[in-house]
């Protein structure tokens, strides 16, 4: 059997240094096939991005990561420098939030998409004119000129396209979305994911798409995980989801989301949301929860399968929600 | 650009119109008679005051007399020296390069010690951030003619390895004689480069932008050139004018020190003994030296930060 | 008798606020304390007569009698050191103080204001940026005459931009906070809402830039009577102290010289350590 392009499994990450040691994430597993595209949603805080960041090993400062993330069966976390340049350039690409922040303000466009493909040796003029392509496939008029042209130049959603064809130049089998949409204007967003998804389906990427928005998540996953206080509570195809979500949370999450199509007002989900560190015994939702019982104060719920779904509540089977 | 050019030249005419007016007028406020200093306190009969009213045109009114200094120094007639019966052009100019390699000198020095040790600082956070931090915070504080007497006692009277004094002569001469001048003058400048460079390469070190070139698989060489130290010039640019009015004048406390015969000794000479128009003429020269260097630095910050405005910074 | 151990916690309170348990600025509190004391009880703590002359010393280094020395007049070191620190302390003192004052009138004004009046005199102090301080104070010295009086004048001219530019930057922030306005619809006058409430928000970072400034000024100050241009012998002065030790140098006395420099650098190190912190503690409670 050939390894999955992305297997992580059993990730702990906490921070060690002085005070600010806490855990972050416990027991994080997850996987994406080639091709696939598959959402990982949560709140604030939940760790969704340590997560995916995880998969380039960017931990933040001080943190120590235990289980393991592969890449084509490969440990991330275990592999050399060199490797790791390597991988980042050519195997995992990765969109941030807010292009603005993530791109040079005083390196010109061109600079970024071929900064990648020089570092991997490529020829100036060969990484000019492979840039001038990607910029081209992303939607950007005249990528010639836009290559001399600085970041403050561009609109928001523009530097988003710039950053989704800097991801592309090193052909990587595996992207990865940390919220690449948060920080756009809403007509943006719509244009944005869809240059995202075309081009994904076009090169047959494998895709993690993290975001809070669990709606969003579904209409371009196959398969969504949904986290809450650093611990994966549900994994499940995005129509199940919907349909029949396992997790007291993430029927919270769908209730809370207003809907043009339903004259039932939203409804929020009580309490706010913790992170790992301040999470109680036992189920970390047990709080929030309106069919908390003793019992679920008392262990960490295990992650079961249930008519194909993966849900970590202690009373799943006996819950129905609509 | 043309228009922004444009009112800045007015800037730098309007400002140099009313310092040489300022320079020029303090002879005037000077208590006593103006024609006694430029003579130099020697008793001198009323046909000698004359004439020397007479050249130095003390007899018209100040306007007038103002006009006719301003035109000769456009024409780089800068006046005569009552201590040196010499053409204060003359003076200057024999002078002149000796200032110019000492600030050289020092100016590379100030830029590869204060880079090297910023960027050391910022990359190698613990026991050498720490080093360095508590080592330029002492050579901000050590101005520049106590730095000459440190120097001079270590490598002139104790090891001998440099002369204390004079000005040398060949390229070897001069700059063995100017090491230890260059090195008291750049101290102070080379802690205050190596702490913008510091405080303005952590700032970019803690940028999104960063992280995610990390990410992409640059190498860390490559990040910290193209994107720490690179984003960090602005900030060391701004400092930089800063430096070059420093330097300017603390020539003249190193020359002083070291015994050399420079321009900034020159104008602490003709201070004593109220030589005037030396004192107008280098003054002048300062100031112009000051606010070409900020000029410079201004054509200079658009190619560093391409953006429209952003924030200038205000570093001493 | 319980007044005061209270009167005293009342005076170091603000000291101990500063030093916020960081040893260095600790360190350097002590340092000025000490100054500050050596300067005022001066011919109470000097071992000898600044100015006596004992022949039998000259440039004796270390000894009992003269413990750093005695210079090529033989004049004791030490003395000297402790006179020096009132004309090195008094001068910058008199010079903060001017261009705190100076420089915040204006820089407020410029700020509250606005319009005409902040471009006059940010044109002002833009200029005077353009004059080097010691510049200013050599052309000084030149109209005036060699003393101190004209060095202070021209330092308290030439620093006051730095406070005006910064006090004008904090002003204008917090002019433009809803507080402020808030004040004006009720009806304060102008005058009121400065010295009531804008300049409260403003003291912490213009102390923090006058006490920089004051190392700063000293350090001028000091360079002036190096050259000879300020405090004139046989006055007891670090400046001048060095240029006379600068002679005995290289007949192999370092005392004289090195002396007042280790001082020079050790009460400018404690002035901008304790500058830097306040400004640190303002920087890290606007956040």
Same mark, same amino acid.
């Given at each position: 059997?050939?390894?999955?392009?992305?297997?992580?499994?059993?990730?702990?990450?906490?921070?060690?240094?002085?005070?600010?040691?806490?855990?972050?994430?416990?027991?994080?597993?997850?996987?994406?096939?080639?091709?696939?595209?598959?959402?990982?949603?949560?709140?604030?805080?939940?760790?969704?991005?340590?997560?995916?960041?995880?998969?380039?090993?960017?931990?933040?400062?001080?943190?120590?990561?235990?289980?393991?993330?592969?890449?084509?069966?490969?440990?991330?976390?275990?592999?050399?420098?060199?490797?790791?340049?390597?991988?980042?350039?050519?195997?995992?690409?990765?969109?941030?939030?807010?292009?603005?922040?993530?791109?040079?303000?005083?390196?010109?466009?061109?600079?970024?998409?071929?900064?990648?493909?020089?570092?991997?040796?490529?020829?100036?003029?060969?990484?000019?004119?492979?840039?001038?392509?990607?910029?081209?496939?992303?939607?950007?008029?005249?990528?010639?000129?836009?290559?001399?042209?600085?970041?403050?130049?561009?609109?928001?959603?523009?530097?988003?396209?710039?950053?989704?064809?800097?991801?592309?130049?090193?052909?990587?089998?595996?992207?990865?979305?940390?919220?690449?949409?948060?920080?756009?204007?809403?007509?943006?967003?719509?244009?944005?994911?869809?240059?995202?998804?075309?081009?994904?389906?076009?090169?047959?990427?494998?895709?993690?798409?993290?975001?809070?928005?669990?709606?969003?998540?579904?209409?371009?996953?196959?398969?969504?995980?949904?986290?809450?206080?650093?611990?994966?509570?549900?994994?499940?195809?995005?129509?199940?989801?919907?349909?029949?979500?396992?997790?007291?949370?993430?029927?919270?999450?769908?209730?809370?989301?207003?809907?043009?199509?339903?004259?039932?007002?939203?409804?929020?989900?009580?309490?706010?949301?913790?992170?790992?560190?301040?999470?109680?015994?036992?189920?970390?939702?047990?709080?929030?929860?309106?069919?908390?019982?003793?019992?679920?104060?008392?262990?960490?719920?295990?992650?079961?399968?249930?008519?194909?779904?993966?849900?970590?509540?202690?009373?799943?089977?006996?819950?129905?929600?609509? | 650009?043309?228009?922004?050019?444009?009112?800045?030249?007015?800037?730098?005419?309007?400002?140099?119109?009313?310092?040489?007016?300022?320079?020029?007028?303090?002879?005037?406020?000077?208590?006593?008679?103006?024609?006694?200093?430029?003579?130099?306190?020697?008793?001198?009969?009323?046909?000698?005051?004359?004439?020397?009213?007479?050249?130095?045109?003390?007899?018209?009114?100040?306007?007038?007399?103002?006009?006719?200094?301003?035109?000769?120094?456009?024409?780089?007639?800068?006046?005569?020296?009552?201590?040196?019966?010499?053409?204060?052009?003359?003076?200057?100019?024999?002078?002149?390069?000796?200032?110019?390699?000492?600030?050289?000198?020092?100016?590379?020095?100030?830029?590869?010690?204060?880079?090297?040790?910023g960027a050391l600082a910022a990359l190698r956070r613990?026991?050498?951030d720490?080093?360095v931090?508590?080592?330029?915070?002492?050579?901000?504080?050590?101005?520049?003619?106590?730095?000459?007497?440190?120097?001079?006692?270590?490598?002139?009277?104790?090891?001998?390895?440099?002369?204390?004094?004079?000005?040398?002569?060949?390229?070897?001469?001069?700059?063995?004689?100017?090491?230890?001048?260059?090195?008291?003058?750049?101290?102070?400048?080379?802690?205050?480069?190596a702490?913008?460079t510091r405080t303005s390469m952590l700032e970019e070190l803690?940028?999104?932008?960063?992280?995610?070139?990390?990410?992409?698989?640059?190498?860390?060489?490559?990040?910290v050139?193209?994107?720490v130290l690179?984003?960090a010039?602005?900030?060391?640019?701004?400092?930089?004018?800063?430096?070059?009015?420093?330097?300017?004048?603390?020539?003249?406390?190193?020359?002083?020190?070291?015994?050399?015969?420079?321009?900034?000794?020159?104008?602490?000479?003709?201070?004593?003994?109220?030589?005037?128009?030396?004192?107008?003429?280098?003054?002048?020269?300062?100031?112009?030296?000051?606010?070409?260097?900020?000029?410079?630095?201004?054509?200079?910050?658009?190619?560093?930060?391409?953006?429209?405005?952003?924030?200038?910074?205000?570093?001493? | 008798?319980?007044?005061?151990?209270?009167?005293?916690?009342?005076?170091?309170?603000?000291?101990?606020?500063?030093?916020?348990?960081?040893?260095?600025?600790?360190?350097?509190?002590? /340092?000025?304390? !000490?100054? *500050? #004391?050596?300067?005022? &009880?001066?011919?109470?703590? +000097?071992?000898?007569?600044?100015? @006596? =002359? %004992?022949?039998?010393?000259?440039?004796?280094?270390?000894?009992?009698?003269?413990?750093?020395?005695?210079?090529?007049?033989?004049?004791?070191?030490?003395?000297?050191?402790?006179?020096?620190?009132?004309?090195?302390?008094?001068?910058?003192?008199? /010079?903060?103080? !001017?261009? *705190? #004052?100076?420089?915040? &009138?204006?820089?407020?004004? +410029?700020?509250?204001?606005?319009? @005409? =009046? %902040?471009?006059?005199?940010?044109?002002?102090?833009?200029?005077?940026?353009?004059?080097?301080?010691?510049?200013?104070?050599?052309?000084?010295?030149?109209?005036?005459?060699?003393?101190?009086?004209?060095?202070?004048?021209?330092?308290?001219?030439?620093?006051?931009?730095?406070?005006?530019?910064?006090?004008?930057?904090?002003?204008?922030?917090?002019?433009?906070?809803?507080?402020?306005?808030?004040?004006?619809?009720?009806?304060?006058?102008?005058?009121?809402?400065?010295?009531?409430?804008?300049?409260?928000?403003?003291?912490?970072?213009?102390?923090?830039?006058?006490?920089?400034?004051?190392?700063?000024?000293?350090?001028?100050?000091?360079?002036?009577?190096?050259?000879?241009?300020?405090?004139?012998?046989?006055?007891?002065?670090?400046?001048?102290?060095?240029?006379?030790?600068?002679?005995?140098?290289?007949?192999?006395?370092?005392?004289?010289?090195?002396?007042?420099?280790?001082?020079?650098?050790?009460?400018?190190?404690?002035?901008?350590?304790?500058?830097?912190?306040?400004?640190?503690?303002?920087?890290?409670?606007?956040?």
């Amino acid at each position: 059997m050939t390894p999955r392009l992305l297997e992580i499994e059993n990730l702990d990450v906490r921070l060690t240094a002085g005070r600010a040691a806490r855990p972050i994430l416990d027991g994080v597993s997850l996987h994406v096939g080639r091709g696939e595209a598959v959402g990982l949603v949560g709140e604030s805080g939940s760790g969704k991005s340590v997560t995916c960041r995880s998969v380039l090993r960017l931990l933040p400062e001080g943190a120590e990561a235990a289980g393991s993330v592969r890449v084509d069966g490969e440990d991330v976390l275990t592999m050399s420098a060199a490797r790791l340049r390597d991988l980042r350039r050519n195997d995992v690409s990765m969109i941030f939030q807010d292009p603005r922040a993530s791109i040079n303000p005083l390196r010109r466009i061109g600079d970024f998409v071929t900064e990648g493909m020089r570092a991997g040796g490529m020829s100036r003029d060969d990484a000019l004119r492979r840039a001038a392509e990607l910029l081209e496939s992303v939607g950007i008029r005249e990528p010639r000129a836009a290559l001399r042209r600085y970041p403050h130049e561009f609109s928001g959603g523009m530097l988003q396209r710039v950053m989704i064809a800097g991801a592309l130049a090193g052909e990587p089998r595996l992207l990865l979305a940390d919220e690449p949409t948060t920080a756009l204007d809403v007509t943006t967003q719509a244009e944005v994911i869809a240059i995202l998804t075309g081009l994904r389906g076009e090169r047959s990427m494998g895709l993690l798409f993290v975001t809070h928005d669990l709606e969003l998540a579904a209409a371009i996953c196959d398969r969504v995980y949904v986290m809450y206080a650093g611990r994966i509570v549900e994994a499940q195809t995005a129509g199940g989801l919907f349909d029949r979500p396992r997790h007291p949370y993430t029927s919270g999450l769908l209730a809370a989301t207003p809907r043009l199509e339903s004259d039932r007002p939203p409804r929020g989900v009580p309490g706010r949301p913790v992170s790992l560190a301040e999470a109680p015994a036992g189920c970390a939702f047990a709080a929030r929860c309106a069919h908390a019982r003793p019992a679920c104060t008392r262990d960490v719920p295990a992650r079961r399968e249930i008519d194909g779904a993966h849900v970590a509540c202690l009373r799943a089977e006996e819950l129905s929600h609509d | 650009m043309a228009g922004r050019l444009l009112r800045r030249a007015a800037g730098i005419v309007a400002t140099l119109l009313v310092t040489s007016l300022l320079v020029f007028g303090s002879v005037q406020l000077a208590p006593g008679d103006p024609a006694s200093f430029l003579l130099g306190g020697r008793s001198a009969s009323p046909s000698a005051v004359a004439a020397i009213k007479e050249q130095y045109h003390l007899n018209d009114p100040f306007p007038v007399q103002y006009a006719k200094w301003i035109g000769g120094v456009v024409t780089g007639d800068l006046g005569r020296s009552a201590q040196f019966r010499q053409d204060v052009a003359g003076l200057i100019a024999a002078r002149l390069p000796t200032t110019l390699w000492l600030i050289g000198y020092a100016g590379l020095l100030i830029l590869v010690g204060g880079l090297a040790l910023g960027a050391l600082a910022a990359l190698r956070r613990g026991v050498v951030d720490r080093t360095v931090l508590i080592g330029t915070g002492v050579a901000t504080a050590t101005p520049s003619f106590v730095a000459a007497i440190g120097l001079i006692s270590l490598f002139s009277v104790e090891l001998g390895w440099f002369p204390a004094f004079g000005n040398g002569s060949g390229l070897g001469g001069r700059i063995s004689h100017l090491t230890l001048p260059a090195a008291a003058l750049a101290l102070t400048f080379v802690g205050l480069l190596a702490r913008v460079t510091r405080t303005s390469m952590l700032e970019e070190l803690g940028r999104e932008h960063v992280e995610v070139a990390r990410s992409r698989g640059i190498p860390g060489s490559d990040v910290v050139r193209r994107h720490v130290l690179r984003n960090a010039l602005a900030p060391i640019t701004t400092v930089t004018g800063t430096i070059v009015a420093g330097l300017l004048v603390a020539t003249s406390i190193v020359e002083t020190a070291f015994g050399l015969s420079g321009v900034g000794q020159l104008l602490v000479s003709s201070v004593t003994v109220k030589d005037f128009p030396v004192v107008q003429a280098v003054s002048l020269l300062v100031v112009l030296a000051f606010v070409g260097a900020n000029l410079v630095v201004d054509l200079v910050q658009p190619l560093i930060d391409p953006r429209p405005s952003h924030p200038k910074g205000g570093v001493r | 008798m319980t007044a005061l151990p209270l009167h005293r916690r009342g005076f170091l309170a603000p000291l101990a606020r500063v030093a916020g348990g960081d040893k260095l600025v600790t360190a350097a509190l002590a /340092v000025l304390t !000490v100054l *500050t #004391v050596a300067a005022v &009880l001066a011919p109470l703590i +000097a071992p000898h007569d600044p100015d @006596a =002359v %004992d022949l039998s010393a000259t440039l004796s280094g270390s000894t009992p009698d003269h413990l750093l020395g005695a210079d090529q007049s033989g004049r004791d070191v030490l003395s000297r050191l402790i006179f020096g620190a009132r004309t090195g302390l008094l001068g910058p003192l008199v /010079v903060v103080l !001017v261009s *705190t #004052v100076l420089g915040t &009138l204006i820089g407020v004004s +410029a700020a509250w204001h606005g319009g @005409a =009046v %902040d471009a006059v005199l940010s044109r002002a102090m833009e200029l005077v940026f353009s004059f080097p301080a010691l510049l200013l104070a050599i052309i000084l010295v030149a109209v005036l005459g060699p003393g101190p009086t004209a060095p202070v004048i021209a330092m308290s001219v030439a620093y006051a931009p730095y406070v005006g530019r910064l006090a004008r930057s904090v002003a204008l922030r917090e002019k433009g906070r809803p507080y402020i306005q808030a004040y004006q619809v009720q009806g304060w006058s102008g005058w009121m809402i400065c010295v009531g409430h804008l300049l409260p928000n403003i003291a912490p970072l213009v102390l923090a830039q006058s006490a920089i400034n004051f190392g700063y000024a000293l350090m001028d100050l000091a360079a002036l009577s190096f050259l000879g241009l300020g405090v004139q012998p046989p006055a007891a002065d670090w400046g001048a102290m060095i240029n006379d030790g600068s002679q005995a140098l290289l007949q192999g006395a370092m005392l004289p010289a090195l002396a007042p420099g280790a001082a020079i650098v050790i009460t400018v190190v404690a002035f901008s350590t304790v500058g830097e912190s306040i400004a640190d503690r303002v920087a890290r409670r606007e956040r």
